[in-house]
C-alpha cells in the first residue's frame, strides 16, 4: 500500500476526509494512475510519533484526490527511541545513500559533521542545496518505508558544535577502530532503554582525529567497537543502527 505524508490542513478535523494535492496528486493519478475505490494510508507532518491513517479513493478531481477514512493505526512504525545519526560528510553521493537507508532503519534526524578529515568542504550556498537534496531523499524514504514522521536532515555542524548539539542527549556512542572489547559494546547496548535518545557518530573516510576523540570523551560520548573488521563510512552507521534497532524492537 502507498504511504504519504499530508499537512493538518489537508484533512478534515475528525479525519473522515484528506485530500491530496500538488506533487503526491499527480504521483496518484499520473504515475501510479491509481483509481477510485483503491486504498493508500497517510501520516500528519506535524504529529511527531504518528498515527497512520488509511483511506479509500472516494474521488479524482483535476487537482486533488479525495480519500475517505478507513480506520486508523495509533500505534506507528517509529522506534521507541530517538536515534540521532551524527555523519562525518563523505566523498561524492555517498550522502545521499546513508540517508535513505538511516531513514529505512529508524533514524529520527541526521546531521552532517565537518570534521579535521573530511575532503569534503561546503560553503553555506552549496550546503543549503545540498540539504535540500538530501532532505528530499529522507522524505522518499520516509515514504518507501512507512515512516509516521519525516526525519529531518540537518545544515552541516562542526565537530564541537555536534556535540555540543547531542550533549542532553541520553545515550552517545561514537564507533572507533582503536576501541576493542565487543562484549562492552553489548552491554552498552543491552543497556539502551526504549523512550532514551541515542547519539551515533561516524567519522568520514579517515575516520576521527586523536583530539575529536578526546573532544568526545570529555563530553560523556562511549568509543565502541563495531567488530574487528574496519568498516568503510556508509557501512558502520547502517551497522550500529541496524543493532540499536534489533535491540529497541525486540
Known amino acids: 500500500m502507498y504511504h504519504f505524508f499530508v499537512d493538518s490542513s489537508q484533512i478534515t478535523p475528525d479525519c473522515k476526509r484528506v485530500e491530496i494535492t500538488d506533487n503526491d496528486y499527480n504521483h496518484i493519478a499520473h504515475v501510479l494512475r491509481m483509481k477510485v475505490g483503491e486504498q493508500f494510508s497517510v501520516s500528519i507532518r506535524e504529529e511527531e510519533e504518528g498515527r497512520e491513517l488509511f483511506y479509500e479513493i472516494e474521488e479524482i478531481t483535476d487537482s486533488a484526490v479525495i480519500g475517505k477514512l478507513c480506520f486508523i493505526e495509533e500505534v506507528g512504525n517509529e522506534l521507541p527511541s530517538k536515534i540521532y545519526l551524527f555523519q562525518g560528510l563523505p566523498k561524492v553521493d555517498k550522502m545521499e545513500l546513508i540517508i535513505q537507508k538511516a531513514v529505512e532503519l529508524g ?87 526504549p523512550g532514551q535518545s541515542i547519539a551515533v557518530f561516524i567519522g568520514p573516510e579517515g575516520g576521527f582525529s586523536e583530539q575529536e576523540i578526546d573532544l568526545c570523551n570529555e563530553n560523556g560520548i562511549k568509543p565502541i567497537t563495531l567488530g574487528k573488521r574496519i568498516l568503510r563510512t556508509e557501512t558502520a552507521g547502517f551497522t550500529i543502527i541496524s543493532w540499536l534497532m534489533y535491540h529497541l524492537e525486540g
Open 107 to 193: 533514524a529520527f534526524e541526521i546531521v552532517p559533521m565537518s570534521t579535521k578529515r573530511c575532503i569534503v568542504k561546503l560553503d553555506e550556498k552549496k550546503a543549503e542545496s545540498k540539504v535540500k537534496r538530501w532532505q528530499a531523499i529522507a522524505e522518499a524514504a520516509a515514504k518507501q518505508s512507512k515512516r509516521a514522521i519525516i526525519p529531518s536532515v540537518h545544515m552541516p555542524m562542526t565537530m564541537k558544535e555536534a556535540v555540543q548539539y547531542a550533549k542532553d542527549m541520553d545515550i552517545k556512542l561514537i564507533p572507533y577502530e582503536m576501541a576493542e572489547h565487543i562484549d562492552e559494546t553489548k552491554k552498552i547496548i543491552e543497556a539502551i532503554k
